[in-house]
């Protein structure tokens, strides 16, 4: 292979899977702007449209690791592609849905899709890219998967103003089909030539227990008797789960793992921070677009600050990490965060923009910082050959806190909601993110307990 194909075959490759993260982003952040509308056209309450949301990442959670095993037996160019596919006819379901139920089902398709995404697409970066060239081309990946972050509200609240929701969704379908085409052309088959047996048992215990558990915390208050039956039958199924890994050779998650310290703070503090903050997703644009009459766009714009600011914080994380290390800038960041979310509270229908771009950057930056350290502090002490599952791990206790801190925010604002008035979503509103923070200030517990000997960055 000449220097001019390899160096054309890396930079489709890199369009590839740069198309994948992109397309993943999105679809976790374009439905939120659009909520209100997509509510109005199934004459719904906001609020209730937010198993739409939880649906996609909690299929992310649970479908994240049973990626490496689909490539080791099928191979990534058949993986990638096939989870190009489920994710495109999932946007279309999601398009053309008559109902909530419809709607909700499709997002489950969407996530089953984009779960393999991310996975492949890095695992075969990893594996092709030259070294010298493979941090470069990581973080060009994960930087196209930020703006994806960034525009996806935005997009999304401008669709679904000017031409309809249902192009939330459709507009999938052309980048989908773009993306099926490259895989096609351009992406490197790796399989192995053997392969681990698949721990299905596994994989039916723990995404059963990971679905009783939120639709424990969704209903839990409305119908205590249900919400209660699906909490208890979440914790038997976990418990089995526990029983199930330590005796399977090659467990879906291996929870051995969770001796290590840094680890096991780093999956628990997790849990509990993104709990307050992910809850912020949802509650946050109904509060601006019913509770302060905010048009779609505008509302969804103004989510675009805290997206750069997250960008903008992730590059001072080495400096401050090498001057603090983990324990102490965890501790310092969680309360601020926490202090952050509460604040929110002062908000209203008069605050200014200029004000709350502001605040909203600020609030980006220090989410940001707190992500990127969380994320990181979980490799601190492991060994080489433990990376590959605690990365799985991150990845699934992410996208697990994140549906469950949306359907928590959403559960609180509507416990909270006095009247379908927008001074009765302002109130409510307020009295969510004070709790929302207090919830979030309690990982800083967790985080105490690292030692002070943690590596540093």
Same mark, same amino acid.
């Given at each position: 292979?000449?220097?001019?194909?390899?160096?054309?075959?890396?930079?489709?490759?890199?369009?590839?899977?740069?198309?994948?993260?992109?397309?993943? $982003?999105?679809?976790?952040?374009?439905?939120?702007?659009?909520?209100?509308?997509?509510?109005?056209?199934?004459?719904?309450?906001?609020?209730?449209?937010?198993?739409?949301?939880?649906?996609?990442?909690?299929?992310?959670?649970?479908?994240?690791?049973?990626?490496?095993?689909?490539?080791?037996?099928?191979?990534?160019?058949?993986? &990638?592609?096939?989870?190009?596919?489920?994710?495109?006819?999932?946007?279309?379901?999601?398009?053309?849905?008559?109902?909530?139920?419809?709607?909700?089902?499709?997002?489950?398709?969407?996530?089953?899709?984009? $779960?393999?995404?991310?996975? @492949?697409?890095?695992?075969?970066?990893?594996?092709?890219?030259?070294?010298?060239?493979?941090?470069?081309?990581?973080?060009?990946?994960?930087?196209?998967?930020?703006?994806?972050?960034?525009?996806?509200?935005?997009?999304?609240?401008?669709?679904?103003?000017?031409?309809?929701?249902?192009? @939330?969704?459709?507009?999938?379908?052309?980048?989908?089909?773009?993306?099926?085409?490259?895989?096609?052309?351009?992406?490197?088959? &790796?399989?192995?030539?053997?392969?681990?047996? &698949?721990?299905?048992?596994?994989?039916?215990?723990?995404? !059963?227990?990971?679905?009783?558990?939120?639709?424990?915390?969704?209903?839990?208050?409305?119908?205590?008797?249900?919400?209660?039956?699906?909490?208890?039958?979440?914790?038997?199924?976990?418990?089995?789960?526990?029983?199930?890994?330590?005796?399977?050779?090659?467990?879906?998650?291996?929870?051995?793992?969770?001796?290590?310290?840094? @680890?096991?703070?780093? %999956?628990?503090?997790?849990?509990?921070?993104?709990?307050?903050?992910?809850?912020?997703?949802?509650?946050?644009?109904?509060?601006?677009?019913?509770?302060?009459?905010?048009?779609?766009?505008? $509302?969804?714009?103004?989510?675009?600050?805290?997206?750069?600011?997250?960008?903008?914080?992730?590059?001072?994380?080495?400096?401050?990490?090498?001057?603090?290390?983990?324990?102490?800038?965890?501790?310092?960041?969680?309360?601020?965060?926490?202090?952050?979310?509460?604040?929110?509270?002062?908000?209203?229908?008069?605050?200014?923009?200029?004000?709350?771009?502001?605040?909203?950057?600020?609030?980006?930056?220090?989410?940001?910082?707190?992500?990127?350290?969380?994320?990181?502090?979980?490799?601190?002490?492991?060994?080489?050959?433990?990376?590959?599952?605690?990365?799985? %791990?991150?990845?699934? %206790?992410?996208?697990?806190?994140?549906?469950?801190?949306?359907?928590?925010?959403?559960?609180?604002?509507? !416990?909270?909601?006095?009247?379908?008035?927008?001074?009765?979503?302002?109130?409510?509103?307020?009295?969510? @993110?004070?709790?929302?923070?207090?919830?979030?200030?309690?990982?800083?517990?967790? &985080?105490?307990?690292?030692?002070?000997?943690? !590596?540093?960055?």
């Amino acid at each position: 292979m000449t220097g001019r194909t390899a160096s054309e075959n890396h930079s489709w490759l890199l369009l590839l899977v740069s198309i994948g993260a992109f397309m993943q $982003a999105v679809d976790a952040t374009i439905v939120n702007a659009a909520i209100p509308i997509v509510a109005t056209a199934f004459s719904i309450v906001p609020l209730d449209l937010h198993p739409v949301l939880t649906a996609y990442v909690l299929t992310l959670a649970v479908c994240i690791p049973a990626t490496p095993w689909l490539c080791e037996r099928f191979g990534t160019k058949r993986v &990638f592609g096939g989870a190009i596919i489920v994710f495109t006819i999932g946007s279309c379901l999601c398009g053309l849905s008559a109902s909530v139920s419809q709607l909700v089902a499709a997002r489950v398709l969407q996530g089953i899709g984009g $779960a393999a995404l991310l996975p @492949v697409g890095r695992y075969v970066m990893v594996r092709s890219i030259d070294p010298a060239k493979l941090i470069a081309s990581i973080s060009t990946v994960a930087t196209v998967g930020l703006v994806g972050a960034t525009i996806g509200p935005f997009l999304g609240g401008f669709l679904a103003q000017h031409i309809s929701w249902r192009t @939330v969704f459709l507009i999938n379908i052309p980048i989908g089909i773009f993306a099926l085409i490259l895989n096609h052309r351009h992406m490197i088959d &790796f399989r192995a030539e053997a392969w681990k047996r &698949f721990d299905g048992l596994g994989f039916a215990i723990f995404g !059963a227990g990971s679905v009783l558990l939120l639709t424990g915390a969704e209903t839990v208050v409305t119908s205590k008797a249900q919400g209660g039956a699906a909490l208890a039958g979440a914790i038997v199924l976990f418990s089995l789960y526990i029983g199930w890994s330590r005796r399977y050779r090659d467990p879906l998650v291996d929870l051995r793992l969770f001796k290590v310290r840094s @680890v096991a703070v780093a %999956m628990l503090g997790n849990l509990l921070a993104r709990l307050g903050i992910s809850g912020m997703f949802l509650i946050l644009v109904v509060f601006l677009q019913v509770g302060c009459a905010w048009p779609p766009t505008e $509302a969804g714009l103004m989510l675009v600050p805290q997206a750069i600011g997250s960008i903008v914080a992730k590059r001072l994380v080495p400096g401050i990490l090498s001057r603090s290390g983990y324990k102490w800038f965890l501790l310092v960041n969680t309360a601020l965060v926490a202090l952050s979310i509460g604040g929110f509270a002062v908000l209203g229908p008069r605050t200014g923009v200029p004000f709350l771009t502001a605040y909203l950057f600020v609030y980006g930056c220090l989410t940001g910082l707190q992500f990127t350290v969380m994320n990181t502090l979980i490799y601190v002490d492991i060994q080489d050959r433990d990376i590959a599952m605690a990365s799985s %791990m991150a990845s699934t %206790m992410q996208y697990f806190s994140m549906s469950l801190g949306i359907a928590v925010g959403s559960l609180l604002m509507n !416990a909270f909601l006095p009247g379908e008035t927008p001074e009765g979503y302002v109130q409510a509103f307020r009295e969510t @993110v004070i709790v929302l923070g207090c919830l979030t200030f309690l990982a800083s517990g967790v &985080f105490a307990t690292l030692r002070d000997t943690v !590596a540093r960055a």
